[in-house]
Structure formats: C-alpha cells, structure tokens
C-alpha cells in the first residue's frame, strides 16, 4: 500500500511538472521534424521507413515518431499535445522505475528522493514537454541503467540485470541509436572493476544483453534496407549507411567548430541538470576525504563509477567538435543516483540532535521567495501584458495559492534534506503552472509558426489537398491539416493536389516555373514567410474548364 501510495504521488508531481499547458504552445525548431514523418506514416500505412519533403528519412531510427503516430490515434486526432505527450510518459515511465531503484539502492527515502531528482531537473521538464527524441531517449536508456544498477547493488543475478538492461537499451536504440552506450559501459567499467567483478564483463549474460540492446535496431535498419532497395532509384538519395557515416564524421570534423560557443558546450550541459548537479560537486571532496574509510567497498565502487564515469563521458561528448548539451543527456538517471546516494551518506553521517545546515535554511527561504514572486507576478503580469487572459490568469494562480502555500507550510516541517526534495517538486509544478496560465497567453500574442499556415488556409479554405515542394521541416506544415504531403520532385503531385507550397527562391528559376506551368499551378495567390524570415508561395491550379 505505501508503495503504491509513493508512485501516486510521485504521479501527480509528474502531472503538475509536465502536463500544465503541454498542447498550449505552437511547434517550434526540430518538432517539425518528428511530427511530419509521424503524420506521413498515418497517410500511407508505411511504419517501417520514415518519410521527410518526399523522401526516406532515415538518419534516425523511427521510435519518436511511432509514439507519435500512435498518440494521435489513442487520442482520436492530431494536437500538440497528443504530439508531445510520448515525450511526457516516458519521463513518468522513468520516474516510476526510480520509485523502485531508489528503494534498494537507498532504502524507502530513496524511494522518493530518486523520481523527484528525475522529474524536476531542467533537462528533464525541458526535453520532456517537446516533441523531441531526447525525453524517450534518455528516460528508456535511463530505466535500463537505473534497473542495472540496482540490480548490482542489490547483488542480483548477472543475468537479470544484463537482460532487462537489454531490453529497455534496444528500445534506446530504435529512438536515437546506440550512442549511449559508451556512457553506460564508463560506468560499469570502472564500477565492475572497483568492486573486484572484471570477469562479469566476459560473463555470457553481459553478451546476452548487449546483443538484446542491438537486435532492434539492427532488423529495423534491414527492414528499412529492404523498403529502399524495393523504391525507384533516387540519385539525389544517400545510402543509410552513408547518411549514417556521415552523421559521424561530421561530429568529429573539427572544421565544424563554432569558437564563440564551443567553450559554452560544458556550461550549457550542467544547466540541464541544475540544480541536482551541484550536490557532487559540493560534497565530492567530503566523500573521498571524511567518508572513504567508513563506506563499504561496493559504496565506494558506486562513488567512482557514477563519479568519474559520468564526468568522463560526459566531458568526451562535451569535447566534441560538433557537441550539443543534450547528448549528454543519457547520463540524468545515473548521475541522479549519484546524487541520492551522496545526500544519504551525509545524512547517515550526522547526529540526530545537529542544527540544520546554513544552506538548508537558505535554500528554503529562496524557495518561499520565488513562490511568493510566482504568485505575484501572476495576478500582476496578465493586466500589463495579456488583458484578455487577466481575469483566466489571476483565478487559476489565487485559487491555486491556497493549496500552494499550504503545502509549502507542511514542507517547512520536513527535516532535511528531505524538505530540499519536496520544495523542489512544489516549486517546479508552480513554475509550470505559472508558465502555462500567465506566460503562454503573452506569447500566443506574438507566434511566428501559425500565422503563416492561417494566411494559407484563408486562401485555401480548411483541409485542403495541398503539397509541398522540398519545403524543409517547417513546422507550420504541421498547421495546414493531414491532407498536406510533402513532395521532393514535380513528378509526385497527386491529381487531386490544388494547391502547391514552394519556396520562394526556387519560382526564380525559369526552368521551375515551366514546370510548375506544365503541372498546372498557374495561380499565384500569395506569399509567406516563416519563423526564420523565409519565404514560401502558394501556387493554386485551377480546375479545368467544361
């Protein structure tokens, strides 16, 4: 009963964090990219080989936009929220899975510290209200190391361990590929050989579960082989392998590097996992000082592995030429472990009757302040900024300041560090809440994404049977209804298309326009820009005469 208590909880602390305003947003940046193929895949019943502007898309395993594809349909139509609800689940699929790592790793505290970590760290409520690859990669990748290391720690069977790593790190793969696997195997490395266990790295069971982790995304990749080989040769396409190779090289290319922002690389990281990140960093040197003779040694293979494994790793990626904060997301969940299990040394270090620390006091009063400014500035901002939405605002952010405060008052009893865990969840919901009633409303005014796709449907009236011309992943395709297909050549207008979507700069080409010409698309009716300034005609084909 206690467990199943603790996993609603920590439910609705997902539901508060993720759930605020997730559909309230238009599209933005890369979700162009995993919505269209996912819409394409419902149009033409194709799920193995995703479709990007007409052609196969096969840079990144299809695992984003089967969840999305499956989202619409459990949800009976397209929305950004049925888009963005996959990356959600998978964070609360994570988190639950911590419930029960947390537990045995650092008993019933554990329990509820671990998802709590999980669920209010700023990569995670970040990434995990996009449509974007990064929540369900890091959240199964996550669930595989979480239950590996528990499985360890516990001193389990190799095998159940290997196995369910396996499995949760296979449908890792199908999402992004295997490319957290050299943060994982840091890890384990130093862990396995701290801990006197360097023969489990040839066990049968570690070679069981790396060929579980490969398996789907191998037969993904040679069904996906198989539907190309069966198309029409393309000479403007790549092979998969070459596409592949070439993802690679380029993240190695050093002629691709941005000199004003590299440097930014590992700054930018640890702001995705503020604000947890600072506990290893504040309490290393005290654990390899003050604590090393007390641990035990599994406890301190744990402190190494999790420590320099992941700073390792991480920095390897961070270095990258062509480096990018969120790869280092794969490392949220074992770096939260790190976390929890620091906070419990300390706190099985101090005696019963010890004066709370400075910091504990400060970081409570900072908490009670940024609630009471959330609160302010939600019954203030809306009559300044969004009159229309002022009265919506102000009764959603008064109404819930009463159940806000009053929790914030049952959390001032919680001894630390234990209050640390709640006021952060309490803190994070606000933020969300605050963000969706008072701040979304101030940036509807100014959206950039619809706007195009409602000047288009002026012309075209609702549901249209339009296509696009190599239009690039622009979001506000998304906008312009299912009927909408994106197109690579001419030759792939359908009779039924009336209108046609093609970038400006592509109509100053006399050769495109006889052929548009030919096509039919005589008319041009107007001319959009995108959220990036550019522009995009409307060419309609009028029906022929009687």
């Given at each position: 009963m206690r467990r199943l208590l603790l996993l609603l909880t920590v439910t609705l602390v997902w539901a508060a964090i993720y759930l605020p305003g997730l559909g309230g947003m238009e599209l933005k940046g890369e979700e162009g990219r995993r919505i269209l193929p996912a819409r394409e895949m419902m149009r033409t019943g194709d799920y193995i080989l995703p479709w990007s502007e007409g052609r196969p898309y096969h840079r990144k395993p299809p695992l984003i936009n089967w969840s999305i594809a499956a989202s619409f349909k459990a949800l009976g139509g397209e929305s950004e929220f049925a888009a963005r609800l996959p990356s959600a689940l998978s964070v609360l699929l994570l988190a639950w899975t911590a419930v029960?790592?947390?537990?045995?790793?650092?008993?019933?505290?554990?329990?509820?510290?671990?998802?709590?970590?999980?669920?209010?760290?700023?990569?995670?409520?970040?990434?995990?209200?996009?449509?974007?690859?990064?929540a369900v990669f890091f959240s199964l990748s996550?669930?595989?190391?979480?239950?590996?290391?528990?499985?360890?720690?516990?001193g389990g069977s190799p095998w159940t361990r290997w196995i369910w790593a396996g499995l949760w790190f296979g449908l890792a793969c199908l999402a992004k590929g295997p490319i957290f696997l050299p943060f994982f195997y840091a890890i384990a490395v130093i862990l396995l050989w701290k801990n006197g266990q360097r023969r489990e790295l040839w066990h049968p069971a570690h070679?069981?579960?790396?060929?579980?982790?490969?398996?789907?995304?191998?037969?993904?990749?040679?069904?996906?082989?198989?539907?190309?080989?069966?198309?029409?040769?393309?000479?403007?396409?790549?092979?998969q392998s070459t596409v592949w190779m070439n993802q690679i090289l380029k993240r190695l290319d050093p002629s691709v590097i941005q000199?004003?922002?590299?440097?930014l690389g590992p700054v930018e990281t640890l702001v995705l996992f503020l604000p947890w990140v600072l506990v290893p960093i504040l309490l290393w040197r005290q654990a390899r000082r003050d604590w090393w003779p007390d641990l035990s040694l599994k406890d301190r293979a744990l402190l190494l592995g999790l420590g320099w494994g992941s700073l390792g790793s991480g920095l390897a990626y961070a270095l990258l030429p062509?480096?990018?904060?969120?790869?280092?997301?794969?490392l949220l969940a074992p770096a939260s472990v790190l976390v929890v299990m620091m906070i419990r040394w300390w706190q099985d270090r101090q005696p019963d009757n010890m004066e709370e620390p400075a910091v504990a006091r400060w970081t409570s009063g900072l908490t009670r302040v940024l609630l009471l400014i959330l609160t302010l500035a939600g019954v203030t901002l809306p009559f300044w900024k969004a009159p229309a939405s002022m009265l919506p605002a102000m009764a959603v952010m008064l109404g819930g300041s009463l159940p806000l405060w009053l929790l914030a008052i049952g959390f001032a009893r919680l001894r630390w560090p234990d209050r640390a865990f709640a006021e952060?969840?309490?803190?994070?919901?606000?933020?969300?809440?605050f963000k969706a009633s008072v701040l979304m409303p101030i940036m509807r005014q100014h959206e950039d994404i619809r706007p195009p796709a409602w000047q288009i449907l002026?012309?075209?009236g609702p549901e249209p049977h339009l296509m696009?011309?190599?239009?690039?992943?622009?979001?506000?395709?998304?906008?312009?209804?299912?009927?909408?297909?994106?197109?690579?050549?001419?030759?792939?207008?359908?009779?039924?298309?009336?209108?046609?979507?093609?970038?400006?700069?592509?109509?100053?080409?006399?050769?495109?326009?006889?052929?548009?010409?030919?096509?039919?698309f005589t008319e041009n009716l107007l001319t959009v820009r995108d959220d990036d300034g550019t522009p995009y005609t409307l060419l309609h084909r009028p029906a022929p005469g009687p």
């Open positions: 029960w790592a947390g537990g045995r790793m650092a008993g019933p505290t554990g329990a509820w510290w671990l998802p709590l970590v999980l669920l209010t760290t700023v990569g995670s409520i970040e990434k995990g209200r996009l449509i974007e690859i990064e996550g669930i595989g190391m979480l239950g590996w290391l528990a499985g360890w720690y516990r070679f069981v579960g790396l060929f579980l982790s490969l398996l789907p995304a191998f037969l993904w990749a040679r069904a996906a082989k198989a539907h190309l080989a069966a198309l029409p040769a393309d000479p403007g396409a790549a092979s000199w004003k922002t590299y440097a062509e480096a990018h904060a969120r790869f280092q997301l794969p952060a969840g309490l803190l994070a919901a606000w933020a969300l809440i002026a012309k075209t696009a011309l190599q239009p690039g992943p622009q979001p506000f395709l998304f906008y312009l209804g299912k009927n909408t297909v994106e197109i690579a050549s001419i030759k792939q207008v359908t009779p039924a298309a009336t209108h046609l979507v093609v970038p400006s700069a592509r109509l100053e080409k006399a050769e495109m326009l006889q052929r548009l010409a030919r096509a039919g």
